[in-house]
């Protein structure tokens, strides 16, 4: 730990008050008059010297690719921080590590030649850390995947190393792609200050923004937009009717009211402990906590760009009628029906449990855990309380979803926890064997293609079903800034 001085400038560096710039590709709208987009005229803030110059954290990157397509493996463990956390995807397999085994995962794939390329590089550098995205181009003799990634860059010992690096998402060369479904079809819902909004897909343009950003929380802020900046089909989207439901599929008109930009972030726990003024106790005076506003605005700053951490969100008029909705949709009438999903009984409880550990799924990490970590009882598969779904559709089938937990995070390449799923069959639970990876409960299900299988729906994710496992065709997952273990 370092000395109370030092701490407090790490924590303080942590909070980042720089707002972006614009970020994505605008849609191209078919009005050929320019948009007059009034300036958002924010507070003054105090000068602060970013961790790295841009330059800096690009002769880096270059460095992290030469290191492995060079085969230098020893160069490349030195990239990384003490204190790393990892998360590794490959097709719909998704793996935690510590530096440890991080390292230890590399040092076998160092042993046979592959490549790494990247595009569309963006660079945030903040006072506190540095946040990259890029997409990654990985190939071997036997495998070529590609990807979006996140890296966060810190010092450490007055040099930049990499203290978190996450491969978001994963597609394999010659995989089956899947089509997400269309905002109109399936948009999830996240609430506002004064009421809930439906997420639109895609790449948000911070030169829509107008006002200041509007505090909801230590994660969430939303911003008002500037309609005439919006593309024209996105304003469009104002003019239809709409029905939000929840966990019991049924459904609730409401009116479409604004466009706002919403932002969701997991802050570093320095961050918080910034605006909580936590080093107050040490230094023997009163907390000075920052204000909604000031943490709307750090947040804002810290919130990251494309699809990531921030979206374009459809406000809609509040429903008493609806007072808990998951997902809406555009009004139509041959839309499918959603599926009910419910609790599961303590009767159906203990028959998951009973089957728990001959699940296919969790077999392969019994079998992971003894090979690679010489655990007598593998993973140790267990029920997670209050997880235990049953999905009822409307033409009689049923599933029973459950999030089972184990030995596994940082300190393990198995997962801590995965989604398993059964389909109900001749009275018999029948195991689907693709893992789902997901953070929290599944919400709601709905077959929306008629091919007899469920697109899935946590509070921030739609899945839907490939042939290697459940993948995130829909992803409104937070920027995750905090430390992973």
């Known amino acids: 730990m370092p000395s109370r001085v030092a701490s407090r400038r790490v924590l303080i560096a942590a909070c980042s008050l720089v707002l972006l710039a614009a970020c994505g590709k605008k849609e191209n709208s078919p009005s050929t008059e320019k948009a007059v987009v009034p300036e958002a005229k924010l507070p003054t803030l105090p000068a602060e010297v970013p961790l790295a110059s841009t330059l800096e954290v690009e002769t880096f ?11 230098k493996f020893d160069d490349y463990s030195a990239l990384y921080a003490k204190k790393f956390t990892g998360i590794k995807r490959s097709a719909e397999r998704e793996r935690k590590f510590n530096r440890e085994d991080w390292l230890s995962d590399r040092a076998g794939m160092f042993k046979k030649p592959f490549t790494v390329g990247t595009a569309k590089v963006q660079i945030n550098t903040t006072p506190g850390v540095v946040i990259v995205f890029l997409e990654q181009r990985w190939k071997s003799d036997s495998y070529e995947d590609s990807g979006e990634k996140q890296i966060l860059l810190v010092r450490e010992d007055d040099r930049l190393v990499i203290s978190r690096e ?29 009421s809930f909004a439906l997420l639109i897909p895609g790449p948000v343009d911070l030169n829509w923004a107008i006002d200041h950003p509007v505090y909801i929380s230590d994660e969430h802020n939303e911003r008002a937009v500037s309609l005439q900046a919006v593309p024209a089909s996105k304003r469009a989207l104002l003019d239809n009717s709409y029905e939000v439901f929840d966990e019991s599929g ?11 930009i919403m932002t969701y972030v997991i802050p570093h726990f320095g961050t ?3 605006w909580n003024d936590f080093g107050a106790e040490y230094e023997g005076r009163k907390p000075e906590p920052q204000p909604p506003a000031a943490r709307a605005l750090s947040l804002w700053g810290l919130g990251g760009s494309r699809d990531q951490g921030r979206t374009l969100a459809l406000e809609y008029e509040a429903n008493p009628s609806c007072p808990r909705p998951v997902w809406g949709r555009k009004v139509t009438t041959d839309a499918p029906t959603p599926a009910r999903v419910r609790a599961a009984r303590e009767d159906e409880l203990k028959e998951v449990a009973a089957v728990l550990r001959s699940h296919p799924v969790v077999k392969e990490l019994d079998s992971e855990l003894r090979r690679t970590h010489l655990e007598p009882k593998g993973w140790s598969a267990a029920l997670l309380p209050g997880t235990a779904r049953v999905v009822e559709m409307g033409n009689g089938a049923e599933f029973v979803y459950v999030e089972a937990s184990g030995l596994g995070g940082c300190g393990y390449s198995a997962p801590e926890s995965v989604g398993l799923l059964w389909r109900r069959q001749n009275g018999r639970l029948t195991p689907d064997a693709r893992p789902l990876y997901f953070e929290g409960n599944l919400r709601a299900a709905v077959d929306l293609n008629g091919d007899n299988e469920l697109e899935l729906m946590g509070d921030d994710v739609i899945l839907s079903r490939r042939k290697a496992g459940y993948s995130a065709v829909v992803d409104h997952s937070p920027l995750f800034l905090d430390c992973g273990c």
Do not use: D, I
């Not at 990157?61 to 085969?71: A, F, M, P, R, V």
């Not at 597609?171 to 079809?185: D, I, N, Y």
């Not at 459904?251 to 009211?257: D, R, W």
């Open 272 to 274: 918080v402990n910034y």
């Open 166 to 194: 996450v491969m978001r998402s994963s597609r394999a060369v010659g995989a089956e792609e899947l089509s997400p479904p269309s905002f109109e079809q399936a948009a999830l819902v996240r609430k506002t200050l004064g």
């Open 61 to 71: 990157l270059s460095k992290w690719l030469q290191t492995q397509n060079e085969g």
């Open 250 to 260: 049924q459904p609730c008109q409401v009116k479409p009211k604004t466009l706002k």
